[in-house]
């Protein structure tokens, strides 16, 4: 089985190196029909890099933002695992690290001194500079060269817990992250934007892209406890190479919506949801998944089930400690969405705030630290190899409070 996984994909390689490859010139058929829950084979997980006493510059609490990036790790690009991923650290700081990607390990009595260790490729740097803000929120992607570019970037969201209409919330950088060159700062003109728009980030396959969407082949979005951004996912798909190269700062980016539900601000509106939806519930990743003639949008978090509430994990209270929204109990979770509903969206044909999740895959038996029925944050962010069909999800809080990666094979 290894053999063939280097075989398959030995050519990631010289296709990285096009950058006028198929994902910007993309003809290849459109998949159209649903991944299967049984479709993902859970492989193993593996650890994250050590960097020294200061945890600022660590892993520690962080792996709430993450994108795979397949030119990198030219080390081990046989080993299976090519490329590299790109994550956040510190979850006060959102600082910036390159990692390779070792082979994960399966331990069937979740042994952490059984998993491999991630090497450090390009440590932590301070990119997005939001150490002040309140409880961050940020979401990272890899794109190659769109439009006039002349690098391959790396595209942030941002935000924080509490924000102010008008924050400014997105902006690129390039892959070196000692000389970021960093630009931006724009944001998405969307009621409720600075709740529903920037703290996860995925690509649109190039294909689906072009054919239904402008080319908008960046996705962005966000879902904030309470409903205040909407009450699921929210989904819109951007371009932001299209408005400048880069954008001047303060540039309101154009946008299509995909998802967005009603948000619990809008008292007046009749109320569109998820199915069921709770206040409680986490989204931190997002995936555009595809493999042969199949897609999904998948969602990664931590999903609420029975009464929900706001209080403390004891009940309904205003002045009490760990407050905040609650529900009887919670589950690590994918939810999958079927790409066909974007397409009738896209084309007029529903309403942003109609598709739902056709299937849910419950994960938290993979898991290394779930010790009670209501704890909170089971998983991080996601990021998808689409070469080669590895999907990875962080696990938070495991491994000296640092996180780990989970891999799925998309078979």
Known sequence: MLFFLIVSCKNLQEIANDD??????????????????SDLKYIGAFKLPINGTDTVNSWQWGGFALTYYPDGDKQEENDGYPGSLFGAGHAWEYRISEISIPKPVNSKNKNLTELSRAKT?????DILNISGYEIPRVGIEYLPKQGNQTSRKLYFCFGQHFQESGDLTHSWCDLNLSLPNKKGYWYLDVSHHEYNTNDYMF????????????AYKLATGRFRDGGWSGQGPSVFAIAPWLQGNPPADGTKLNYITLLKYTSTEDYN????T????????????AVWLTKGDRAAVI?????????????????????????????????????????S????????????????PYATLKIDKYLYHIHSTQ??????AAAFDRKCGYLYIVEPNVDDDRPIIHVWKIE
Not at 203 to 214: D, H, L, Q
Not at 328 to 339: K, N
């Open 20 to 37: 006028n490859n198929t994902n910007n010139n993309d003809n290849t058929p459109i998949p159209t029909k649903r991944f299967f829950k």
């Open 121 to 125: 490729i390009q440590n932590f740097q």
């Open 203 to 214: 690509e649109i396959p190039s294909n689906w892209a072009n054919k239904y969407i402008k």
């Open 269 to 272: 509106d009749t109320q569109y």
């Open 274 to 285: 998820m199915n069921d939806y709770h206040n409680s519930d986490e989204w931190g990743g």
């Open 299 to 339: 969602f990664v978090g931590t999903k609420g089930k029975g009464d929900c509430w706001y209080g403390n994990q004891n009940g309904p209270c205003m002045e009490c400690d760990d407050r905040g929204w609650w529900s009887s109990a919670f589950d690590g979770v994918i939810l999958f969405y079927d790409t």
């Open 341 to 356: 509903d974007f397409v009738k969206v896209a084309k007029g044909e529903m309403k942003s705030n109609e598709p739902q």
């Open 375 to 380: 704890q909170k944050h089971h998983l991080g």
